[in-house]
């Protein structure tokens, strides 16, 4: 058994850890959004761990009222999937 430390890791428990990738999002149409605004624009695309389901899961957060900025991970069938959650999928669901 292997030691995981990681967050992701926790989130995605099992091998293979599934294809994704991490970046921050900046957008000046999000200040003024608030955490709740932008997760319920995302609905059922939020990663849900139990069922293994969805593409985003959101961490820092906190810059996002004031600055329209938070991070994000996108997680795909493989990572050309994980790639247009970030550069397509995301964007359409906040209307960017």
């Known amino acids: 058994m292997r030691a995981r430390a990681g967050a992701l890791d926790r989130l995605l428990d099992g091998d293979p850890r599934p294809p994704y990738r991490a970046q921050d ?6 200040v003024g959004a608030s955490l709740r605004e932008v997760l319920g624009s995302v609905g ?8 293994r389901r969805g593409h985003f899961i959101f961490y820092n957060v ?3 009222e ?8 996108s997680i795909g069938e ?3 999937d994980a790639e247009r959650g970030l550069l397509e999928l995301l964007p ?3 209307g960017q």
């Open 44 to 51: 059922g695309e939020l990663y849900d761990p139990v069922t």
């Open 25 to 30: 999002f900046v957008r000046s149409g999000l």
């Open 62 to 64: 906190g810059p996002l």
């Open 66 to 73: 004031r600055h329209g900025k938070f991070d994000v991970i």
């Open 92 to 94: 359409a669901r906040l």
């Open 78 to 80: 493989n990572s050309q």
